[in-house]
């Protein structure tokens, strides 16, 4: 799947059952688009998604999708504050440092995200 935003390829992904409500709504497969980062619905999730394609400071297993899924909700931090909360947990709970991977994702010279990241990473800091 290529991003609908900016064409880059995008990692699909199947949500958890108990992350589903941490994605508007309520998706059951989303997209990460490894050039600007933009979550997108994703009707037809990789069988075995490779995240760690996002960047190599992206984390891989129990802490990829809800690393991914908090990268995709860093536009409306606002709005998904909750959501984020809850998935800052599951990152931090997977043995993996979120706001690390911020930075190593603002520092990435491959990627031109969307949001700027740093200024989101401060943010978040602020609120948890």
Request: proline share 10%.
């Amino acid at each position: 799947m290529d991003c609908p935003d900016c064409g880059a390829p995008a990692v699909s992904f199947a949500v958890p059952p108990d992350l589903r409500e941490c994605v508007p709504e309520s998706a059951t497969a989303a997209a990460l688009c490894t050039g600007c980062l933009r979550l997108h619905p994703a009707e037809d999730p990789d069988s075995d998604p490779d995240l760690g394609s996002v960047s190599d400071g992206f984390p891989q297993g129990n802490a990829a999708v809800p690393m991914a899924l908090l990268v995709g909700l860093l536009s409306s931090l606002a709005l998904y504050s909750e959501e984020i909360a809850t998935l800052v947990g599951r990152v931090e709970a997977a043995g993996t440092d979120p706001l690390l991977v911020l930075d190593r994702l603002a520092a990435a010279p491959d990627i031109d995200p969307a949001v700027d990241i740093e200024r989101r990473r401060r943010q978040l800091e602020q609120t948890l």
